[in-house]
């Protein structure tokens, strides 16, 4: 067997074990097998200034649990002109998803988000990834992932980046936004490496996977009720088309 054929069957492996265990948590409790509703309504930062480099284009890389969820989310916020599934935070060598997925490589799996900050903000973006694409309370894990993999992490590409989420975290924690205190980790960008191409689109591509279904649609329809202005019904895809679904 081929690596790649060895990797992409494992990681069919897992995923179905995780929509077993969904389904089998949900009948035993007599519950639509769906997952809880993720979003919070919180406010908007009160400190949100221009992106030095707001005459083009910004880039944010983002951790929140599984990154097809987090990529789906992204790519139908307007102004976000490409949102690529990736790792951050460990080394290149390292930056392959069966290693990723050992726990054991430093890396998380990430969201490398390109906007226009003339149409969405850097904040805007901290907003939606607060809100709607994960939990920030959970620590290593994200409903049924878990490991280090799955942190909650902001990786800033400079100075301002890290002030401006240090400050909404500081403000989130202050009007009790969450029950639970924010375990998101600030982190500086030292490299961030695009997923295998499998892992693109993975949301749009599979909408009926019991895993997209359960964890990661309702995140987007979370966007579209909370976010109305910054919905885009198109996702911006890495394949460079758009769903036809």
Not at 14 to 24: G, S
Not at 43 to 72: I, K
Not at 129 to 157: E, L, N
């Amino acid at each position: 067997m081929s690596p790649y054929i060895k990797e992409v069957s494992q990681a069919g492996c897992r995923l179905m074990a995780r929509a077993i265990l969904l389904l089998v948590l949900a009948t035993f409790n007599n519950l639509p097998a769906r997952a809880a509703d993720p979003s919070t309504v919180i406010p908007a930062p009160t400190f949100d200034p221009p992106q030095a480099s707001s005459e083009g284009l910004s880039t944010a890389v983002l951790a929140g649990g599984c990154f097809w969820g987090v990529q789906g989310v992204f790519q139908h916020v307007k102004g976000v002109e490409s949102a690529i599934s990736g790792y951050a935070g460990g080394d290149k060598t390292l930056a392959h998803y069966l290693d990723v997925s050992s726990g054991r490589s430093g890396h998380a799996e990430s969201v490398e988000v390109i906007f226009n900050p003339r149409i969405v903000t850097y904040g805007q973006i901290l907003q939606i990834y607060f809100s709607v694409v994960h939990d920030p309370t959970q620590v290593d894990r994200q409903g049924p992932d878990v490991g280090t993999q799955y942190r909650s992490a902001i990786f800033y590409t400079d100075e301002s980046q890290r002030t401006i989420a240090e400050r909404y975290i500081a403000q989130l924690e202050q009007v009790h936004a969450f029950r639970q205190r924010i375990a998101t980790r600030l982190e500086p960008l030292q490299a961030f490496y695009p997923a295998e191409s499998y892992h693109q689109d993975y949301l749009v591509l599979h909408p009926n996977s019991p895993y997209i279904a359960i964890n990661d649609l309702p995140k987007v329809d979370n966007l579209r009720r909370l976010y109305k202005d910054l919905y885009r019904a198109e996702p911006k895809l890495v394949a460079g088309q758009q769903s036809s679904n």
